[in-house]
């Protein structure tokens, strides 16, 4: 299945809220930390509901705010939830950019990179479109050392690039792309239920469950464009 297909499914049936819900527990520490200066572009790769444009425009004054997505359906969702102006979604892939070198002065993805058919040139591309200077934060809950992430593969049809938190950083730095930042953000928000409940549906044990959400929680990685 193309990444079209699996994800226009998931926003037909309501997940790309879903996602956001989820995904914020962690995604607005992340974003909170974006260096963004009132009137800059950003640009969110694999929106999925486009939140994260929406709350940068809000939250730190960005001046235009675009939402990339390889799903159609995700893309005219996310259009539909904002009468902003200055909110634009668009259909593309991370292998190709629709975006002018060095015009953009942030990116931002979410649990969608590791989605890209191949990482490095999507790390090229991201490289070429941000401005000297201009930063990419990078935020994944699927990656190595987050061991109880890695059974996700299972379920998805779209090939997912699993690094650990040393290949993100070779491969961000052979994109040209320095280094500042890469950090494990914890989960705090998701209810972990008293020891007597385990096992349930989908943990062994709440030492398992702890691990995921509190101890690997999202990693993000930020990169700057030199
Ligand atoms: C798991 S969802 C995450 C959505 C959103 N960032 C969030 O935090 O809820 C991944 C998104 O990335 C998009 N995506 C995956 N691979 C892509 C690619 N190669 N090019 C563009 N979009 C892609 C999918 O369509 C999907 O909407």
Redesign the pocket.
């Known amino acids: 299945m193309s ?1 079209r297909e699996e ?1 226009d499914e ?1 926003a037909a049936s309501g997940r ?1 809220r879903g ?2 819900e989820r ?1 914020w527990h962690t ?1 607005k520490h992340a974003l909170a930390r974006m260096p963004i200066e009132r009137g800059e572009t950003v640009l ?6 486009g ?2 444009g929406r709350a940068l425009r809000e939250t730190k004054g960005a001046g235009r705010a675009y939402g ?4 159609p359906e ?1 893309a005219r969702n996310a259009a539909d939830y904002t009468d902003d102006p200055d909110v634009g979604y668009v259909v ?4 190709s950019l629709p975006f002018a070198d060095g015009s953009v002065d942030h990116v931002w ?4 990179f590791y ?3 191949d990482p490095h040139a999507t790390l090229a591309e991201i490289a070429r479109v941000l401005r000297p200077g201009g930063t990419f934060y990078c935020a994944v809950n699927y990656y190595e050392e987050s061991v109880h992430t890695h059974e996700w593969q299972e379920f998805i049809s ?1 090939e997912m690039t699993r690094w650990d938190r040393t290949q993100y950083r070779e491969a961000f730095r052979d994109a040209g792309l320095v280094v500042a930042e890469q950090d494990a953000i914890p989960d705090r928000e998701i209810e972990i239920p008293d020891e007597s409940a385990f096992p349930t549906e989908d943990w062994d044990s709440r030492a398992d469950m702890v691990e995921r959400y509190r101890e690997h929680g999202t990693l993000l990685t930020v990169g700057v464009a030199r």
């Open positions: 990444v994800f998931w790309d996602m956001e995904h995604a969110d790769l694999g929106c999925g509901s939140y994260a990339l997505d390889g799903a995700m593309g892939d991370f292998g993805s979410m649990e969608a989605y890209a058919d779209v």
